[in-house]
């Protein structure tokens, strides 16, 4: 498939990091989300990295999805990169304004961060703080927009000079599922143009209106110009799923998943949440477009290297494996004997 991607004048054209060299290369990519530590202990954030790296091209830091806070997820990046790991550094707009993204994007680029997430944030009202100050400064396309005017053009938007612009791979978010639904392969397409390079969607579980979403987007050319990855992610139990559906932003559950999880035992839920996102990433594999999932499982990162396997995604591509000193004490721990 011939595409047409946004690349940076700064490179030769040789991929920027292993998530974009495994799209690249016409590979099914995978990548999952850490979810950040309410923690000041960076072993927290290599356990669960430790976790994803063998079954991922690209691990997740997210930044404070649905305006809860946990560790930064710039700290996240700079962990993950001591330790080898491959980071997609979520940014959301909410927080912080233009000059501190800015000079973030820069930071996590001199950390040695190449996967940028461009995001404008749930509002506050969602979060468990919300009395706190809204900034959103800039949106999502705005934020493509100011980092890659930074990578191609070596300048900040106020047009003075980098010495080193910052040779980002960037991405954006999208959700096929909210209304206007007509209105959303548009505004993939604004993101497009504003500098997405690959995309990650809102969780998957009604496959006729991904497929729907995909087709307009296959007839707009926009999977020539970016790598989409579908959002999945296994549900822990019926009254989960519904929490997630009325409680968490943008997420839509269709009747029948819900009522397929109520019709086993609750021991036994958890087992069906798997088996369904199984079946949902070999449904989206089929869909043309579709470049690789993103995976999301909040507090069950043990189960991403299940769903990873059993859905036939193993071995990994270009799997790098680089010894850190906090990895090594996790994996002598792991084989001390029981005292």
Not at 26 to 32: L, N, P, Y
Not at 207 to 214: A, D, E, L, S, Y
Request: hydrophobic share 40%; glycine share 8%.
């Amino acid at each position: 498939m011939q595409r047409d991607p946004v690349v940076s004048i700064f490179h030769n054209g040789e991929p920027r990091s292993r998530l974009e060299r495994v799209l690249r290369s016409g590979r099914f990519a995978v990548t999952a989300e850490l979810n950040p530590p309410d923690s000041a202990d960076p072993q927290e954030v290599y356990d669960a990295a430790l976790v994803l790296s063998s079954i991922c091209d690209g691990i997740n830091a997210v930044d404070a999805s649905g305006a809860n806070c946990h560790m930064s997820s710039v700290a996240i990046c700079a962990l993950l990169t001591r330790a080898g790991y491959e980071p997609v550094y979520q940014v959301s707009c909410r927080d912080r304004n233009r000059i501190a993204i800015q000079g973030d994007l820069l930071g996590a680029a001199a950390m040695g961060v190449r996967n940028v997430l461009c995001i404008t944030g749930d509002d506050v009202t969602a979060g468990d703080q919300p009395e706190a100050k809204r900034v959103f400064d800039l949106d999502s396309i705005q934020l493509l927009h100011t980092a890659r005017i930074m990578r191609d053009y070596g300048v900040y938007l106020s047009g003075r000079k980098l010495t080193v612009p910052p040779p980002l791979f960037l991405g954006a978010a999208e959700n096929p599922f909210a209304p206007p639904f007509d209105w959303r392969p548009q505004r993939l397409a604004k993101k497009v143009a504003a500098g997405a390079e690959f995309i990650q969607t809102q969780y998957c579980f009604d496959i006729p209106r991904f497929r729907t979403f995909m087709q307009r987007v296959c007839d707009l050319g926009l999977h020539e110009k970016c790598f989409i990855l579908a959002g999945v992610g296994p549900l822990r139990s019926a009254g989960a799923a519904e929490f997630m559906r009325t409680k968490v932003p943008g997420v839509y559950i269709p009747d029948a998943v819900i009522e397929r999880l109520k019709g086993v035992p609750k021991n036994k839920q958890r087992a069906e949440g798997k088996k369904i996102c199984i079946e949902i990433i070999q449904q989206v594999r089929e869909i043309a477009g579709v470049a690789g999932i993103h995976i999301m499982a909040y507090r069950q990162e043990e189960l991403v290297a299940e769903i990873v396997e059993e859905a036939g995604l193993l071995p990994r591509p270009f799997r790098a494996e680089v010894p850190h000193p906090a990895r090594e004490r996790h994996l002598h721990r792991q084989e001390e004997p029981a005292r």
